[in-house]
Structure formats: structure tokens, C-alpha cells
């Protein structure tokens, strides 16, 4: 690395002293760091930690950066957590968040073990503590500069002021620099790679909440597809969307999704290699045709598949891909519940994002709705029993089903007041600008789960295609980012896929010895239909093919072969730009 490795403070040099750079890393004092301001970052513990049998030794540091009161009268500041191994490879390592963040986590990533320097951030808000009764933990909302912070400014700085501490204490350059995330880490990882291409050499972005907005957008959609579908009502009197649909009836609906398209790829083995060949058409089991389900459950299907639009039909968000994965837990979970046992709603589609989309990703926060038929316009006035939970007791269940598609979901573009900047301004991660990250010689792999229930790998390949306009075809394109869309996997894991893989080894192997991969071996776990299985992931848009002998359940026996891919949907072309 160049430029952005340069030692940061007249601190640094100072204890750096003319040993500046050294080949071998001979640490500071642990301690010596206490108090320091680095970076812009004020490091309040600094402990030599001994060895255990899950951490080698190592200096523990908690510091925090940008401290300030919010409009909302709370006090905010970006917390991070980074642990420095007294054996280290020159290599430093970010451990990317989740969900809303608010937690500075453990920055314990198993790469800590291989010598690697290992941060975590909560994203510049406390969980714990920047809360309150009527917008849970999702409260930083509120705070514009908080917004900022979760979308892409405290990520950055910590990045910055860990790297800063990370030579400071070793007294040497670092070799090579690491990011991985999945979920809303994988979107920071886009968000990395597109912001500030320099800080990192390496990039995962595992199933990315990429353009999250629009994806919380879709998540209230299909809220209301399925409230459609309920069979019965909860305590609260609202449709019970877990009753939309039994496991067994989704159970059947994956083995129809099966027999109409599993031998697409050229084997029928229980995975869709080949998706966009897949029109499955869940009319052949309403009413008209098997009779298994009902018209209403037919209607909320096609309308969640097809993805949310407005009312004259534009798409707000791509849609998904027919995949078996639909019978998998972890689909159900994001998209009807229950997500553990209480009275009312509670999948991560009405609780994780029905306090996302009215705080965080709608300006001015908690807009009151236009509302929809049989939903009046309505503002929330509790996040429920539980602001450490919001959600509960349905307490987002009127606003997210009178969230007008023509009305509500262009606020995601809005910008109001002390909100300078709008949701997508500060979330949004579909650039396919990577000139800078490419000519750094930094790479990029993303994956994307088939069967994702929250971020649609329709979206992914959209903006993959998009990306591969802008920068001179496939072959180009590969040069510094790779596609890998596995069949059958949930949410960053799960369902009926080969959905354990190496692609940290892979993202290594790239950048330190120049072999990007052509495929990730995935190896399917115990809870699949076919333990034990693998299967190459094939780097988009080539799909494994069968080679015509030797045992399916080896992947040595598989091809990655090119396919064209002329299904377009939702998302491909201008649908992606982060601008309306």
C-alpha cells in the first residue's frame, strides 16, 4: 500500500522514532497507547491481553471518535474495538457489522489467529443506550449526523484511525489491508470499495444490503402482499402474516419450483443453476390448477416475486429468483415470521425493518403515511413493550401497512431541514464507478444468496451487469470484481445450498498471489437435503455444469461454463442509479 499507509500524527512519529518501517514488527508498549488521540481517535482502554485457548496475545484497544450531542438531545459517538496480536502478519483485518449496528462488537475474527490486526465498530450509535419509546434502538434516526455516520462516515473513520493505531503500535507499515461483511457488513463493504477505494486491498461484500433503502421499501411491500394472504388475525388485530403460509404448504411450493426447473441446468439434483431459465408460475397451484393454495395466496406470491412497484407499475426494487430455497427457515423468517414465539408479528420484515424504514431511511423520520385502503396515514407513537426490541405487539404494524408506494416510498430520496442528505444519499451502493479501486490493484468479491429473502441476488447481478457496461465487458470486469451467486442459500447462509465456502482464502489468494478465482468450492452442510455435497459457485455469469460423469455430490465432476443472461428484470439499467 502507498499513500493511505503514510503514519498519521506527530505521535506516531515520535514513537516511531528512526526504526520507522522496520522489517520486523517490534510493538510498542501496550499501554503507551492509553489517551492517545489518533486519527481523530481518542483510545480510552489499551490492555495486553495474554493468550487463550481462542486468542493469542495481543494489545486490546477501545476508542471512540467524533463524540457529539444529536438534535434529539442524545449524546453519539463512533465506538470501535481493535485487537493487534503480538505475532503479526503485517495485515490488517475489519470486521464488518449487521443489521442497524449500534454494538462495537468483538473484533474477534478467526483471522486474529493468523497473526492479523481485527477492528469492529457499532457505526457511531450505542444500541444499548441511544434508544427510546417510540423509536427502539433505531432512535438515531433522529441525529443527521448519526445517519452519516451509519452509512458510511464512521466505518471510514474507524478504518482510518485503526490502520493509524495499527502502525503506531507495530512501528511498520501495514502489508495488506482486508474488509469483510455480510448483510449490512456486505453493504459497508460496497460502500468501501465505491467511497474510498484506496483504504482497503481486498474487499468481501457477502449478500449486501446494497441500495438498502429500496430493499426496506420492498420489505414493507411485501408486508402488505402477504397481510393479504393472512388466515387469521393477532391479539392486536392485525393480519397475522406467520398464517399467510404453513411450512408444509412452502415445503410444497419449493418442490413445485423443482419440478419445473431443476433440469434447466441439464441435471436434476436438487439445486437451479440456471435461475433465469426458471418460469415457474405459482397459478398451476391456485385454484385453476392443484388447487394447494388459495387465490389470495397465489396473489401474494406473484406480487412479493415480481418485486414492489408503484402504482402505475415502475419497479422500486428487483424482484427474486424462484428457488426451492423458499422451504428453507431462514425465508420465512425475514418474510412472515415468527421469528420466536409472541402474540403478533414478528418476522425481521416487520421488526429489523419496520423500524429501519421509518427512522432511519425516511426523511423527515417518522413521516406520517399516505395510507392505502383500509389503512388510514398514521405516525408511530410506540416502538412496543420492548424499545430494545421495537416492534413487538405490532407496534409498526399500521405505519408499514399504510406506507403508500406513490406517496412514502420516494422519501427515501427526500431531503428536509437539518437532513441534508437523503437515505440514499448516505446508504446508497450502487455505483459502478471503480476506476480508483481498479487502478489500485484492489479486489472485489461479492455473493449473493439465490434464495435471499432480503436482498435480492436479482439486484446484485443487476448492478453487476451494470458494472460490467461501464467498465469494458466481463473479461475486464473480472480483473478486479467477481460475482458468485449461490443457488439455494438464504440470508449470508442457510437453506438447501452448498453454502460453506472459503471466499477469505479466495480474496487473499487474489490479491497477495494474483489468482483471482474462477469458482468457491461450496460444501453443503448437515441440515441440507445432500450433506456433504460440493459444488463450484461459479463466478457470474458462468453456471457449474455437469461434465457427464463421476458422482454429482463432487464438485470435481462439475464445469463453470458460460451462459448468456437475457433476463433483464428489475434492477439491470437505470433502476440501480442511486438517484430517481
Known amino acids: 500500500m502507498n499513500l493511505k499507509d503514510r503514519l498519521p500524527a506527530p505521535l506516531a512519529l515520535l514513537l516511531l522514532g528512526a526504526t520507522a518501517y522496520s522489517h520486523a514488527a517490534t510493538p510498542i508498549a501496550c499501554n503507551a497507547l492509553l489517551n492517545q488521540t489518533i486519527e481523530g481517535a481518542t483510545i480510552t482502554s489499551a490492555v495486553l491481553n495474554v493468550a487463550t485457548p481462542t486468542l493469542p496475545e495481543h494489545c486490546e484497544v477501545f476508542g471512540s471518535i467524533g463524540q457529539h450531542t444529536g438534535a434529539d438531545g442524545q449524546g453519539y459517538a463512533v465506538k470501535f474495538h481493535l485487537r493487534m496480536p503480538t505475532s503479526w502478519s503485517e495485515r490488517f483485518y475489519y470486521q464488518g457489522g449487521g443489521g442497524l449496528d449500534g454494538s462495537v462488537g ?132 392485525f393480519p397475522d402474516l406467520a398464517t399467510s403460509f404453513t411450512s408444509a404448504e412452502l415445503s410444497a411450493i419449493g418442490d413445485a419450483i423443482l419440478k419445473e426447473c431443476d433440469g434447466k441446468d441439464g441435471l436434476v439434483d ?119 426490541l421495537p416492534g413487538l405487539n405490532d407496534s409498526f404494524m399500521p405505519w408499514l401497512l399504510s406506507f403508500n408506494m406513490d406517496v412514502d416510498a420516494p422519501k427515501i430520496y427526500a431531503r428536509s431541514g437539518i437532513f441534508s442528505q437523503s437515505a440514499m444519499d448516505f446508504m446508497g451502493t450502487s455505483s459502478t464507478d471503480y476506476r480508483r479501486f481498479r487502478a489500485g490493484g484492489s479486489k472485489l468479491i461479492v455473493y449473493s444468496g439465490q434464495a435471499d429473502p432480503v436482498f435480492s441476488s436479482k439486484y446484485h447481478i443487476g448492478w453487476y451487469r451494470d458494472l460490467i457496461d461501464r467498465s469494458g465487458g466481463v473479461r475486464d470486469t473480472q480483473q478486479f470484481a467477481r460475482l458468485f451467486v449461490v443457488p439455494g442459500m438464504n440470508h449470508c447462509g442457510g437453506g438447501y445450498a452448498t453454502s460453506q465456502f472459503d471466499a477469505f482464502g479466495a480474496l487473499v489468494k487474489w490479491v497477495e498471489q494474483g489468482q483471482g478465482p474462477s469458482a468457491l468450492i461450496g460444501t453443503a452442510p448437515a441440515d441440507t437435503p445432500w450433506p456433504g455435497r460440493t459444488r463450484p459457485i461459479c463466478a457470474y455469469p458462468a453456471q457449474p455444469r455437469y461434465v457427464g460423469h463421476g458422482s454429482i455430490e463432487d464438485a470435481a465432476n462439475f464445469a463453470c461454463v458460460a451462459v448468456r443472461d437475457d433476463d433483464d428484470g428489475p434492477g439491470h439499467g437505470n433502476d440501480n442509479n442511486n438517484h430517481q
Open 270 to 388: 436438487g439445486i437451479i443453476a440456471n435461475p433465469q431459465a426458471c418460469r415457474f408460475d405459482p397459478r398451476t397451484l391456485g385454484p385453476q390448477g392443484s388447487g394447494l393454495l388459495s387465490a389470495s395466496q397465489v396473489t401474494a406470491l406473484r406480487s412479493v416475486f415480481d418485486g414492489a412497484r408503484d402504482s402505475k407499475g415502475r419497479a422500486l426494487y428487483a424482484g427474486w429468483f424462484w428457488d426451492p430455497g423458499i422451504a428453507a427457515p431462514g425465508w420465512r423468517l425475514w418474510k412472515i415470521g415468527p421469528l420466536f414465539p409472541a402474540p403478533g408479528n414478528t418476522s425481521l420484515n416487520t421488526t429489523l425493518g419496520g423500524s429501519a424504514l421509518p427512522f432511519v431511511f425516511t426523511t423527515p423520520p417518522n413521516s406520517m403515511t399516505a395510507g392505502r385502503p383500509g389503512y388510514a396515514g398514521t405516525v408511530i407513537t410506540t416502538a412496543g413493550p420492548a424499545p430494545g
Open 106 to 237: 468483538g473484533a474477534n475474527a478467526s483471522q486474529i489467529s493468523q497473526g492479523y490486526a481485527v477492528v469492529s465498530t457499532d457505526s457511531g450509535h450505542d444500541a444499548a443506550t441511544n434508544i427510546s419509546a417510540v423509536a427502539g434502538n433505531a432512535e438515531f434516526g433522529f441525529d443527521p449526523q448519526a445517519r452519516l455516520d451509519y452509512g458510511y462516515d464512521g466505518p471510514a473513520r474507524v478504518a482510518q484511525a485503526a490502520k493509524a493505531i495499527t502502525r503506531t503500535y507495530y512501528r511498520q507499515k501495514i502489508k495488506y489491508a482486508y474488509f469483510e461483511g455480510c448483510s449490512e457488513g456486505g453493504r459497508e463493504g460496497l460502500m468501501f470499495s465505491q467511497r474510498y477505494p484506496d483504504l482497503f486491498d481486498g474487499v468481501i461484500a457477502g449478500n449486501p444490503g446494497m441500495d438498502l433503502p429500496k430493499a426496506a421499501v420492498a420489505e414493507a411491500w411485501d408486508t402488505q402482499a402477504f397481510a393479504g394472504a393472512a388466515r387469521s388475525l393477532t391479539p392486536f388485530g
